[in-house]
């Protein structure tokens, strides 16, 4: 997919009061920016925002962060919430592979919604359910590790279920098709559409004790 560029991305950005300009700085002090000691839940590729900002709508107990690579991309979701206030919501413009340097024992739950499938065997190690990217994560949890993943894509699944189970997680739900299990689900734009053309959604949520 052809990433269009968004003029003033950037600057629109910057005038949001969700989004944390210098994420780094906040490493073990997350709870400072949110006011409160709930757990927060980290959405990596968080695309135009349709999950996370209905998550935070519904969950107002826990605290959401949304994460997107692309200035270009991110500002899609803060656009739609200009005249809104979600005081549990945060956004961050950062590259999952350097997540280190931003938490650090402070998240209680990874979300991976329709990652980019990196098909090629030889960019695995770019794929966010790789081993290398499984390891980055260990250190941003709090307690129990906990990643939920939502795919289109069989392959992927395929491998992150690989992936995990290596890497000592547990697998709590396993579906090849997430309309199939009663348990809420917020959806994004891209599962929309892919469900509107007919196709099925792969779901696992997988635990790790520490």
Not at 37 to 43: G, T
Not at 121 to 127: E, L
Not at 149 to 176: M, W
């Amino acid at each position: 997919m052809r990433l269009r560029n968004v003029k003033n991305a950037k600057e629109k950005l910057e005038s949001c009061n969700l989004f944390i300009a210098n994420p780094v700085d906040y490493k073990e002090k997350w709870s400072s920016v949110f006011q409160n000691d709930h757990e927060i839940h980290l959405e990596i590729g968080m695309g135009k925002g349709d999950f996370l900002i209905a998550m935070a709508k519904a969950y107002p107990n826990i605290n959401f962060i949304g994460m997107e690579k692309y200035e270009s991309v991110l500002v899609r979701a803060i656009e739609k919430i200009s005249l809104e206030n979600i005081p549990n919501l945060r956004f961050m413009c950062f590259d999952a592979k350097n997540l280190q340097d931003v938490f650090y024992k402070e998240i209680s739950k990874i979300y991976l919604n329709f990652s980019d499938p990196w098909p090629k065997t030889r960019h695995a190690k770019r794929r966010l359910t790789h081993a290398n990217f499984l390891a980055i994560y260990d250190n941003l949890f709090q307690n129990e590790k906990v990643i939920v993943q939502k795919t289109d894509n069989i392959d992927l699944f395929a491998f992150s279920l690989e992936q995990l189970s290596l890497y000592g997680y547990i697998f709590k739900r396993v579906s090849l098709d997430l309309s199939s299990l009663a348990i809420p689900n917020f959806k994004t734009e891209y599962e929309q559409k892919f469900e509107n053309l007919g196709y099925k959604i792969n779901y696992v949520e997988a635990y790790k004790k520490i």
